[in-house]
Nanobody, 124 residues
Framework: VQAQVESGGGSVQAGESVRLTCKDS????????MAWFRQAPGKEREGVAQ????????YYSDSVKGRFTISLDNAKHTLYLQMNNLNPEDTGMYYC?????????????????WGRGTQVTVSS
């Protein structure tokens, strides 16, 4: 059974940084892409960053480009999201997800594996 567990969320002030971690148990694919999504209250889930299993084909949404960095440590089965210069609009539940192919179209429905999320709250 595949499992993903996110951690690292918390409450911070605007301008501060947070690093999220997602530890997985492996996937039944020879190649795959992992992504970070976030969901603010009352809003749809938004894909913000993606990386393939080789640590390549990195993609960021415009809303986080230049502030967030996604990375992958395959030896540790761990995905990271380094979030810098946070602002209140970054507040939300952050989820890691995986699918058996890569595309810059980050649609929630296209991802098969999901964690339960970790909350990030940014106050001004």
């Amino acid at each position: 059974v595949q499992a993903q567990v996110e951690s690292g969320g918390g409450s911070v002030q605007a301008g501060e940084s947070v690093r999220l971690t997602c530890k997985d148990s492996g996937y039944p694919y020879n190649s795959y892409c992992m992504a970070w999504f976030r969901q603010a209250p009352g809003k749809e889930r938004e894909g913000v960053a993606q990386i393939n299993h080789l640590g390549e084909k990195i993609y960021y949404s415009d809303s986080v480009k230049g502030r967030f960095t996604i990375s992958l440590d395959n030896a540790k089965h761990t995905l990271y999201l380094q979030m810098n210069n946070l602002n209140p609009e970054d507040t939300g539940m952050y989820y890691c997800a995986a699918r058996g192919y890569c595309s810059t179209n980050l649609r929630e429905v296209d991802f098969t594996y999901w964690g339960r999320g970790t909350q990030v709250t940014v106050s001004s």
